[in-house]
């Protein structure tokens, strides 16, 4: 049963096409990622959901009742904002409990269950203070609370964590998806952080030029991207550029320069010989050898950079450049300028077709 | 070695001893400007407001009370204290009332349309005050365009006082204030996060209750500081209550510059202007911990 679902969605500002048709169903008590990058379309989406714009066409019908002319106070989604937007001039209970006030529920139940929406956040000793006396983390989880105190039909979070520093912001993932799993409200979150969606979301939906490109759970979006740009945006890869050799069944045969045998992958149906392919290879999932002659292509190591729990080598070969990650355990295996040799297992390498796939 | 260390050092002891007085060196010129230019002559005019004064020879030395007791305990003066408090008062409303909503309206407007409206409404500061309360004096007149125009249309049984009125002056206090009151709304509402109404808004609040409850509050402390500018200006304003006004309908700036150059008592007159402007004081600092302190916690 979808919670809600959208059609061919288009908005048009002036000659503008932010939208181009957005076909999205969500289920009851999913957690969506709206990922991409700015101006993609992925907040006017979440601002068409939410009421406070209108979409050009197209419809959004939630729990089988079109939206179309419902404006954003009648609505019952729960919004929280990048920038938290609380009401600077009231405490923190009165934030959480506005949304109860503007329901004219009796003040003693209203603040019961304000308490509990800021408990449910954790941040019940704070409910007399102010906003401005709570940090950034503490400020967004009263926005969550203020959201969910109305018992939203639906949570809609626009890049609810990018004011945070890195570490509150992995903190606020793992506790997001932890209070989203208790209540249950289906809720759409618009990030623009890859990791963030990985981390969070049942499903992403990538989007690129008012498009989605990709709709996937985070597995399969990061093992088998199905575009040039889904894998460039979701995660490291390196790209090889080829042809295809030949076509035999569900398997495709490329060439790699610099390379001395020819390299079966799987190809999905449309791939046809000859035509322009990418090869997308994680970084984690390569690993090099001191000695040339044993890895599929062979390549130099230009430089190399620590990351703490991780090395990240680049390699270049005559196919491209590649990007090898390997868990730090010690003094690294390899020095700057030394040939190496790069492999891989065939199931890894993802078969993309070069540039946006619009169809 | 050594010694260029020393050198160095030393050198670094300055930069600092310099570092720390730079302030009090940068700020000297403004310092000296507002010693020269409000300092002296308030002092001046206070030492004033203590001496004698001869029907003959003006002020003379000596030190008395005398000019306050008369300020302060003749009814004449009453009344032109109080009337001139109460134009304030007005005029200040007045303008809370159409400033504030002015300054929302233009803030809500698209954007060619938005900064063409703001510069049409503070336009008016361009114009000498002097310039714009002759026009008013023009408008308001027994023959005046407001009465012509009232007869010609057969509105009303006869001309309506305006010139030499209260209220006229009022009315022409406003004009002249107003865009300092949506000078300083505006500035509130520019800092507002329009995400803030949007929360809101998805929270079930109307159009109506977002204004009332969201914006109105956020921006009571532009509000406020824009009617301590206006009323501290229509208190101690000259020119529009001595046009519009006239001779008859004295405020406390006019009958000090009466007493200054028609009856030539200086010290009555310095008196006069001390007691207005520790009234004035007096009733600005009042209102502002007033209301800030009702307000403090929602200023950011």
Redesign the interface.
Known sequence: MSKIVIESLVKRFGTFTALNGIDLSITQGEFIGLLGPSGCGKTTTLNII???EEATSGRVVLDGRDLAGV?????????V?Q?Y?????MTIAENVA??LE??KMPRPEREKRARNALDLVRLEHLADR?P?QLSGGQQQRV?VA??LA?EPSML?LDEPLSNLDAKLREEMQVELRAIQRRVGTTTVMVTHDQAEALATCDRIAVMDAGRIVQLADPLTLYDSPNTQFAASFVGKSSQLFSDIVSVEGGTATLSLRGSDKPLSVAAAPWFTKGAEVVLALRPEKISLTASPSEGMLRGKLISRVFQGSSWLFVVDTPAGTILVCELHRGAPAFAEGQPVGVSWNAADAALLPVGARHD | MLRMQRFFLSGLAMTKAKGRNAPYVLSLPAVLLFAALLVVPLAMTVVLSFQNYDLNTGAIEGFTFGNYLDALGDPYYHTIFLRTISIACATTILCILIGAPEAYILSRMQPPWRSIFLIVTLSPLLISVVVRTLGWALLFGRNGVINATLAALGIGGGPIPLLYTTHGVVIALVHVSVPFMVISVWASLQRLDPRVSKAAMSLGASEATVFRRIILPQIIPGVLSGSLIVFALAASAFATPAIIGGRQLKVVATSTYDEFLGTLNWPLGAAIAVVLLVVNATIMLTYNNLLERRYARSTR
């Open positions: 939410a009421g406070f404006p954003a106070n009648k609505r019952e989604m729960g919004v904002f920038s937007a609380l009401f600077p001039h506005f949304g503007m329901r102010y401005r926005a203020r959201a109305i809609l």
